[in-house]
């Protein structure tokens, strides 16, 4: 691809992104929209998903940020169902949705219809992840819906190449289907495991920036590619280094982890709105080449798939739920109470995405049906984004489901802090009886304690009263009076400069620390 066009694509992707958070609409449904219509626009490029590059290139780090900014202890707490959606239900979907093509599309095998199951299986890690920050679920049912969306591609991957290999004629049956599975699941994970303590040893110990963010940059890739290399599953072992890496981030320099959280943020930005867009613009190769299979005819088929795909989903999820609750006593006591609403939400929240998309594009230009596998990937993958991803939002009114209760999480975070700063006031009071300790004025000891108290009183005063007027609590104005403070200090720093009193390397270092006192209170107050 040519430079020009990428640049377009990506700024174009960042601009509709952007305005999607002015608007209701959660971005992936309007940069899908975007792309539907700049896909007919007069002299738009045509961008033709290459799964070469989606898959080792744009998935590794979009699992990679998921992992890392998903819960451990969350996702190790709600294993059996994440188990048996990313596991379970992705190899019924492939069956189940299969068999209805087989028995739709005259002239479609067996095989051939479960390459077609395989591919729009699994529900996508970046549509679910998008799609659920945007709605605030509760977050028993967003730790299921990401812990699914993070392992479901690795158990879709391998079914498809399962399912392909029989079509070419070199599969080797159910056992060896079963072989291969294990072979990707166990190698993926043991790669993980492998990688996961040396990379995270590494990132402690480096202190120069561009190292570290370099490494951290890579460390998707490294994982992906090392898993791949022995045929095992490149997604496990992204998902099982991203977890570890950020169950244990408090351990890494607070600086590294600053530079870290900016990169990837804009890296996560970027790569979904590119990756959504794109699936907008694949229309135009999709329509071309159907044949037989235009028109009426086609979209017949599309609409059946379409609800093949939601109706598999609940006819799996809503047993999955009750079932092992009702045998299992150890589970019912292990596990919160439900209720039908939840697993109706998790139902209806199975979007599609690029994933699919991808995977379909790599099945080979000499498998039967290919033009239809694709046309109908893509308008399932449309399909569920749109018709799921609007209707999602207002269902979940409708259903009234508990929301979070931030009353009760504020207090639970004063109350650690609470815990911190005894703990860090008590460390303070160690070490200042130490004679190493003894030169330190009393102002600066003072200064010390002044930070910790302001650190211990921030949170609960935001359960305080708030000032009539502005809505602020007394935190709130002292970080608003402190921005106009630095904000002040700013400007002479650069007046200063422009009048040759102090040089231009210097004012970088000046405002460079302004910038980390900003930092850290703009982190307060987003939290």
Known sequence: MEVLPLVALIAGSAAVAGVARRTPVPAPLLLVAAGLVAAYVPGVPSYALDPHIVLPLLLPPLLHTAAVDSSYLDLRANVRPIALLSVGYVLFATLAVGYAAYLLVPGLSLPVALVLGAVVAPPDAVAATAIARRLGLPNRITTILQGESLVNDATAITAYKVALAAVVGVGAGWAGGVAEFLLASVGGVGVGLLLMVPIHWLRKRLREPLLQNTLSLLIPFVAYAAAERVHASGVLAVVVVGLYLGH????????????????????????????????????????????????????????AVFLAVVAARFVWVFPATFVPRWVSERIRHREPETDWKSPAIVGWAGMRGVVSLAIAFSVPMEVPHRNLILFLTFTTVIGTLVVQGLTLPPLIRVLKLPQRDVQAETLAEAQAQSEASRAAEERLTELLERPENSTLPPPLADRLRTVLERRRNAVWERLGEVNPVTGESADDVYRRLAREMIAAEREVFVSLRDRRRIDDEMLRALLRRLDLEEAAAYREESA
């Open 248 to 303: 244990h981030n408090w351990q890494v320099d607070f600086a590294t982890r600053l530079q870290e959280e900016a990169v990837w943020k804009v890296v996560a930005f970027v790569l979904e709105s590119v990756v959504f867009a794109l699936i907008g613009l694949q229309l135009p190769v999709v329509l071309k080449g159907l044949g037989e299979y235009e028109g009426a005819v086609a979209a017949w088929y599309a609409v």
